[in-house]
């Protein structure tokens, strides 16, 4: 098992570009999850998923999309990125209420400097 | 590889001593409870976790306790080796929507 991978590791862009930021989990997880990781902060939920074809908006969604076609997948887009999306982006999944577990298991993280 | 908190507090421990990283957490109604260690330029590592019905939970060389009374969670590492310098925070909350902690970094001393 894989785990949580991500795709990119690390990206810069500048003002106004766009992007996709890929997660794939191969535990068969139905729950899945963004978050942005700030110097001082805790993690901060973007947006997440509580299975295939659904998604919602976490703690701090401006300014990105989701989707989640595939079970095993989440993507994240950046339609214009702004310097203050400079961060490291992370994702997560969970098995779910019907799984009988809550814990989060985290991918290696993508760096992203939008200059 | 990146710090992921440029002011966090340090707790530093000598090389076999015991380690007690503390967490207050902000919500009376979380029922659930985890720690994270996380390596620089890591994601987070899911340690331990326990539920709010219980006050104490065991894991291998970690023991966390919670204190519903005053919201507090604590990490207890036996026996600490340099493999466990890291950053270590708590999550709190339950089902998918959780608030995660600052963290505090562990320096293992020779």
């Known amino acids: 098992n894989a785990g949580v991978t991500q795709t990119p590791k690390f990206r810069v862009l500048k003002t106004g570009q766009s992007m996709t930021l890929l997660c794939a989990q191969d535990?068969?997880?139905?729950?899945m999850y963004w978050y942005r990781q700030d110097p001082g902060m805790g993690l901060r939920l973007i947006h997440y998923?509580?299975?295939?074809?659904?998604?919602a908006k976490g703690e701090v969604p401006d300014g990105y999309n989701v989707s989640r076609l595939k079970k095993q997948n989440f993507l994240l887009g950046l339609e214009s990125a702004a310097p203050s999306q400079t961060s490291v982006y992370f994702c997560a999944s969970s098995p779910g209420l019907a799984g009988g577990q809550e814990t989060q298991y985290f991918g290696p993280g993508t760096r992203l400097l939008v200059l | 590889g990146e710090s992921v908190g440029l002011h966090l507090p340090t707790l530093s421990v000598q090389e076999g001593d015991n380690s007690i990283i503390n967490c207050a957490y902000s919500?009376?109604?979380?029922?659930?409870f985890i720690w994270y260690k996380q390596e620089s330029g890591k994601g987070p590592q899911f340690i331990i976790d326990i539920r709010s019905n219980m006050d104490k939970r065991q894991g291998q060389r970690v023991t966390v306790l919670l204190n519903k009374t005053v919201k507090h969670l604590s990490l207890q590492i036996a026996a600490t080796q340099p493999g466990d310098s890291a950053v270590y925070f708590c999550a709190e909350g339950g089902t998918y929507k959780y608030i995660f902690g600052t963290g505090t970094r562990l320096k293992v001393l020779a």
């Open positions: 919500n009376s109604a979380s029922d659930y």
């Open positions: 535990m068969n997880h139905e729950y």
């Open positions: 998923s509580v299975g295939e074809g659904t998604t």
